[in-house]
């Protein structure tokens, strides 16, 4: 191979000061899921494809890698659609398994098969990579990390409640303080609906009061009229184009405008519950908001939709989002499961925390000590004192040549190291050992045990 | 979808309590890879083809996963081979990408790509799923992980040295006492090739010579002979079929037998090194000892050969390997790039820790306490104590809904958690909490600040 090698497009390498700063994410995000209570699992990266096809609509179809057939797969691809160069309906003939899109589908499956084992409710977190063959761009891979928390098996809105402390909890030890989280209520987007008196215009119509802050009030209902919706409907939810004031005023308002609809009506009062108790229990960092635009999902959530934006200083989408959802597991014959879950956007909470510069020093903190290397002797004395060294936790590593003394200092140097100990004929002959900072130069000749100590401190 | 769901074979769901022991596994392995030095990489899941088509030999090729084209993939696809229905020659019109089938091979890929960001030596390590499309057996999967860590850009022979201490160290951390380090070199495999004057049968050679302890000397010869070895090759390495003793006494008789061969020679000297120093240092729990039936992977490797076997009293095959290659990344162009590194088997480690009981119970601890739910009144109480306790790191979880009272505490019990607190009207009207130890049954009335300390306890 002559040309330098490359990796497949929308993929990463990920260098050892990255994996180290995703790692302390993920950290965070772990035990924090494991303090509320929820346990992990971890499913195949690749699944039966009739596990994952029809589960994400047309367009998520033709988004999930398939993996080919091993062996001779022709031998069983079906003859008619080879014959007529037919890509798609030939794939199933050739390819019977699929690598994962989300980890909500996986999830489903795993406790329809695994029901007799599982103790419900079921609180579940799950860690792993997703595939996805979207084009490539800004902040969007074909190979990344999808962070779920979900509980199955429980109507209880208490679990909203927790799910809101959950955000707040994690935003807040990640020392990312400020974000939003958003929430709104299907119920309640279907009461809008209802009042307008068109259902199959609720998405045109949450799009279009998303501009307000952008193109006024005038603009929206311009571009309402344009969609289709009439006059009248908006005139009947013009509260909406005024929609400021505390949580509170803004379920008040809504249960008036949404009076005449029951399903509406019994949105309000979920909605109400999860922000009374959640005003109650308090938010450290986080801030609740109530967003009646926020519609993410529509066909698949049925209760409460959460979304977390980011500190306003940062310019960036979402950074988590879930929702409650009736009957997830449905799809593979286990009925009546509700279940209510939420995410992390580990990559772009990643790319929020660089522009913040809150990833804390220590986390991408190397080995401690490089042990300079004179020659054979020299170099089992200090693997004698690395030994105890590394038993007493200190990251530290021998330079593995005799090379000249300015290429291993520079060694030290370009990887971060903070110290260089210095072990050679003087100091074996006085069991002991001189410690360079290499920040600031300077240099003290110290025994085992305070060497220890000050690696220790350090 | 009327049947239950399934995975495809060779693949695994993992429960809570096998995530908590992979990952404790994992996490000893990483920590300790980081005490000697090792930095982390990740690459991605899969790679372009061409960069693992042909590394691994034809067997290799065929078990290698091939993702699918998106699209049209039938429109690029060769028309002369989709005529013969040639599977195998069809494969690269229609697929570009593949599943990694290994770590080294897009280790080398990544330190090429990367060598101008990279510091050399570079100690590198790597904790990912990989995946082979092999026949399924026990303890043999189609996805499972791999363990690996490698310095590349050091000939220097203290890497050995270091690698068999991190063996020693991580083994030892585990609880698991009594592994057997196994070390050979590639080098002295040439020189017995050499001696008995047939380097194409040094395989058959090998594989006879480790039968010793099964068919005895006569039935070993016996079949070196029917593999066309000849009598006068035997009696030259007739030290071999007595091949016991120290470490020291076997390298001895092996510095005689390989005299006349200057790689043997070699051999023999970096086996000395390696194992004098390893004794000068010493090792905490593990055994190391010579094995020249030791052969793995005689293609890839140059220098030292390592193999782990568990302790004696498990019957399973080796938890570790690795050796010296000099020169992995010459593949992709980089010539003179020596590395060393070795390999932790996840999941037949797991498999022995689970066999001799050494998975401490705190790896599997689950939620502490369950606070049982008597309505959203008392619930909102709780959930008020439930934060204080999870900012002090304790994992407590409400039962989400205020279910009859025998079917919360059997969630309890069923779920393995020790204690509930039971906070109803009376103990809200005295602020404390009933603090119930659910293996004993017996119940105190505590403050909070009592709640606390107990829960921290235990």
Not at 299 to 327: C, K, L
Request: net charge negative.
């Amino acid at each position: 191979m002559a040309s330098k090698p490359s990796i497949p497009k929308g993929t990463r390498d990920f260098s050892p000061t990255e994996v180290a700063k995703r790692h302390y994410i993920m950290q965070i995000i772990r035990s924090n899921f494991e303090k509320f209570g929820f346990q992990p699992i971890e499913t195949p990266s690749f699944e039966n494809s009739d596990t994952l096809m029809g589960k994400y609509g047309e367009e998520g179809d033709r988004l999930i890698f398939k993996i080919l057939n091993s062996g001779d797969y022709l031998a069983k691809a079906n003859a008619a659609h080879l014959e007529n160069k037919d890509s798609i309906k030939l794939t199933s003939s050739i390819s019977e398994k699929a690598l994962r899109y989300d980890l909500t589908v996986p999830f489903a499956r795993y406790v329809v098969q695994h029901q007799n084992e599982i103790e419900f409710p079921f609180k579940r977190y799950q860690i792993q990579p997703v595939w996805r063959a979207d084009r490539p761009q800004k902040g969007r891979f074909r190979e990344f990390f999808q962070c779920d928390a979900d509980v199955v098996g429980s109507a209880s809105l208490w679990q909203e409640v927790e799910l809101v402390q959950l955000y707040d909890t994690v935003f807040t030890a990640l020392g990312l303080k400020g974000v939003t989280v958003k929430i709104n209520n299907r119920k309640i987007l279907s009461g809008i609906a209802e009042v307008i008196g068109a259902s199959d215009k609720l998405i045109d119509f949450t799009v279009a009061l998303d501009k307000l802050d952008k193109i006024g009030e005038d603009g929206v209902k311009k571009e309402m009229i344009e969609k289709g919706i009439s006059q009248d409907a908006i005139q009947k939810v013009q509260p909406l184009f005024h929609f400021t004031g505390t949580i509170s005023e803004k379920i008040e308002k809504l249960s008036q405008l949404l009076a005449s609809s029951d399903e509406g009506t019994k949105g309000v009062a979920e909605l109400r519950f999860i922000c009374e108790n959640s005003a109650k229990l308090g938010l450290s960092t986080a801030i609740l908001d109530l967003d009646v635009t926020l519609a993410r999902g529509l066909n698949y959530y049925t209760g409460a939709i959460f979304e977390v934006a980011p500190p306003q200083s940062v310019a960036m989408g979402s950074i988590g989002g879930g929702g409650r959802y009736d009957d997830l597991t449905g799809i593979f014959g286990l009925k009546n499961m509700s279940g209510v879950g939420i995410s992390f956007g580990l990559d772009r909470i990643y790319l929020v925390l660089e522009e913040l510069q809150l990833f804390p020093e220590t986390v991408t903190a190397t080995t401690q000590a490089l042990f300079i290397n004179y020659g054979d002797a020299e170099a089992l004395y200090a693997m004698q004192a690395m030994q105890l060294l590394r038993q007493a936790g200190i990251k530290v590593e021998l330079y593995p040549d005799n090379a000249k003394m300015a290429k291993q200092f520079q060694h030290a140097d370009r990887r971060g190291i903070p110290y260089a100990v210095i072990a050679a004929e003087t100091e074996i002959a006085t069991k002991s050992f001189a410690l360079k900072n290499l920040a600031t130069g300077a240099q003290i000749v110290v025994d085992f045990e305070c060497l220890k100590a000050v690696l220790l401190q350090n």
